[in-house]
Nanobody, 124 residues
Framework: QVQLVESGGGLVQAGGSLRLSCAAS????????MGWFRQAPGKEREFVAA????????YYAESVKGRFIISRDNAKNTVYLQMNSLKPEDTAVYSC?????????????????WGQGTQVTVSS
């Protein structure tokens, strides 16, 4: 089992940047694919980005491609989401998720473990 704790959210102006972190407990972090998802008020949770166990494979939602970068440091049991050129429509609660797998899932239902989420608000 793994526990996830996100940090790094906050209020930023449009065009600004934030870096989210997700720290995982346990000694088998490198066996988990990791994903970032977001949920805005009144909307369903949506995929943002995902990364493979080794970090060698990444996937992004079209809406964030070219602006967001997912990365991980297995020595620190942490996955990151660097968010650049932020837009008001990026406002949401961002959550990280983990699944012990060789694949890189992009659907929320596939992930077993979730963090509590961190709020990102982008003002216009």
């Amino acid at each position: 089992q793994v526990q996830l704790v996100e940090s790094g959210g906050g209020l930023v102006q449009a065009g600004g940047s934030l870096r989210l972190s997700c720290a995982a407990s346990g000694r088998t972090f490198s066996s988990y694919a990791m994903g970032w998802f977001r949920q805005a008020p009144g909307k369903e949770r949506e995929f943002v980005a995902a990364i493979s166990r080794s970090g060698g494979t990444t996937y992004y939602a079209e809406s964030v491609k070219g602006r967001f970068i997912i990365s991980r440091d297995n020595a620190k049991n942490t996955v990151y989401l660097q968010m650049n050129s932020l837009k008001p429509e990026d406002t949401a609660v961002y959550s990280c998720a983990a699944l012990q797998t060789y694949t890189v899932p992009q659907r929320p239902a596939e992930y077993h473990y979730w963090g509590q989420g961190t709020q990102v608000t982008v003002s216009s």
